[in-house]
């Protein structure tokens, strides 16, 4: 059976169980092409005897995580909060299990311990075959029946990693540190809150003019309790959570209101001024925002030739944003509950401002998310991870093209040609990604504006607090 034979029964399993879907819910593997990413994806350097070099064993597990949330019917676009925090501990445990063996960056969770000599290979293997194994095992029972398909990803990948490895005490060390680092982190998340309800069906609904009510076909909350699960990396989280004042009887929402009643249509039954390129762009974008930067992320540190180590804390430092991103989020929306556009549409007789038009009729170009919208968390997600790509590749202006799985069928990443976008920096990105929320129907631009901001104060502050270079000394136990 193929693996997106696979897929798609997975996905008929979890539809059978009502998981609330985020969005679009097109699930198909991204095995075969993973985008083309920066110059369509140019390979790295030959090795000194000339051969091809391929992706490293971080590199390789980072997507071996991408795989595995594929499988276990995670993504791409059904649970981001739990697939951020699968790959936020994965690539901590890699971080720390190298750095054990040779120190170059402040530590998150694995303190001690000196285990030279041990197979790189093995000991990347060990950490992340350790951590999702754990994490899959921990998803919600909505996921009971992909569980066995997920897991079956990361023990097949395990077995080929080691089995490639000469037997020996080499390999031997690399297991025990690798499932030292793993087990650390695993203990930091145990009680984490991240086992809150995903489906709140008499969460309490707003009444008044700018209050969060369910929108239609989503009769329901999603993750209501998200914003209280323990943050990765976030110190004093309230400083991030401050947007300006968004007056319902205001110019600028009533400006932004009929931006999104005007761009945001599904086109079919409202009319829109959406261009053939915004179309795309808003459907590109639907896709998981942890699934495509991290997939972004790797096919650039392939391509940049990063070594195993600078990789690790490239996906560290990027997947603790993402994740920190989605409870800092969950934190405001739930705590200020703003009503959705299409909420705010139909009932814009009631807000008081005299510039806005109710139109009962309207409908977004996609369902809306089951959640309220102060802010956007796909803003903050791309303002988050383009800060620190920039970061860590020392500039945003770099090129490069990717590919997504919630573009329609035959454009999506293993389709035979699928579409690339191309982009000439990653805050180019992100702020397409926060114009796609806009054309999609699902935020106000006050709102995506908002996420931007937030998600680049969170990733400053990381970067500021986590995994820093050691100079000339060994530091561990920086979380």
């Known amino acids: 059976m193929s693996m997106i034979h696979l897929l798609r029964q997975g996905r008929d399993l979890v539809e059978k169980s009502s998981l609330p879907l985020l969005g679009i819910g097109r699930v198909l593997s991204s095995l075969a092409i993973a985008g083309a990413i920066f110059v369509t994806g140019l390979p790295q350097p030959p090795a000194e005897d000339g051969t091809p070099r391929g992706p490293n064993a971080v590199q390789r597990w980072n997507d071996t995580a991408r795989e595995a ?24 445990a890699v971080h720390d299990a190298l750095n054990a063996i040779d120190r170059r960056y402040r530590s998150y969770s694995l303190a001690g311990g000196h285990w030279a000599n041990a197979s790189i290979d093995s000991t990347v293997a060990s950490a992340a075959r350790t951590v999702l194994v754990w994490v899959i095992g921990d998803l919600p029972d909505t996921f009971a029946l992909c569980r066995p398909e997920g897991l079956r990803v990361v023990e097949d990948a395990y077995a080929s990693a080691l089995k490639a490895v000469p037997d020996g005490p080499a390999e031997d060390r690399g297991v025990a540190v690798g499932a030292a680092a793993g087990n650390a ?131 560290a430092l990027l997947n603790i944003a993402l994740a920190d991103g ?30 806005t038009t109710a ?95 937030q998600g680049k104060q969170l990733a400053t502050q990381v970067m500021a607090d986590l995994l820093t270079p050691v100079q000339g000394q060994l530091v561990t136990g920086a979380h």
């Open 359 to 453: 139109d009962p009729t309207w409908t977004p170009l996609d369902t809306t998310p089951p959640i309220p919208g102060p802010e956007s968390a796909d803003s903050v997600q791309g303002a988050a991870a383009a800060t620190i790509l920039a970061n860590v590749f020392d500039t945003d202006r770099v090129t490069f093209t990717a590919c997504s799985l919630s573009l329609p069928d035959g454009q999506q990443c293993d389709d035979p040609a699928p579409t690339q976008r191309r982009f000439t920096g990653f805050w180019q990105a992100a702020q397409e990604n926060a114009n796609a929320g806009v054309w999609m129907g699902s935020y106000f631009r006050h709102t995506a504006e908002v996420g931007l901001t």
């Open 326 to 355: 989605y409870i800092a989020s969950w934190l405001v929306k739930y705590r200020d509950r703003f009503w959705r556009p299409v909420t705010a549409i139909h009932g814009a007789e009631t807000d008081g401002n005299p510039a």
């Open 185 to 315: 982190v695993i203990a930091t998340r145990i009680d984490d809150g991240s086992n809150t309800p995903l489906r709140v069906a008499d969460y309490p609904q707003g009444t008044k003019p700018g209050e969060w009510r369910f929108t239609p076909d989503r009769p329901f909350a999603f993750a209501p309790g998200w914003g209280e699960v323990t943050p990765f990396g976030l110190r004093g989280r309230a400083a991030l959570l401050e947007a300006s004042p968004y007056r319902l009887t205001g110019t600028a929402y009533a400006r932004d209101l009929a931006e999104i009643e005007a761009f945001g249509g599904d086109a079919m039954s409202t009319a829109s001024a959406r261009t053939p390129d915004q179309t795309e762009a808003a459907q590109f974008w639907t896709e998981s925002s942890p699934l495509k930067w991290n997939r972004i992320a790797r096919e650039l540190a392939v391509a940049r030739g990063l070594d195993s180590w600078s990789s690790a804390r490239l996906f």
């Open 69 to 92: 949330a594929l499988a276990a019917c995670l993504a791409p676009d059904a649970d981001p909060l739990h697939e951020s925090r699968m790959y936020a501990m994965e690539s901590i």
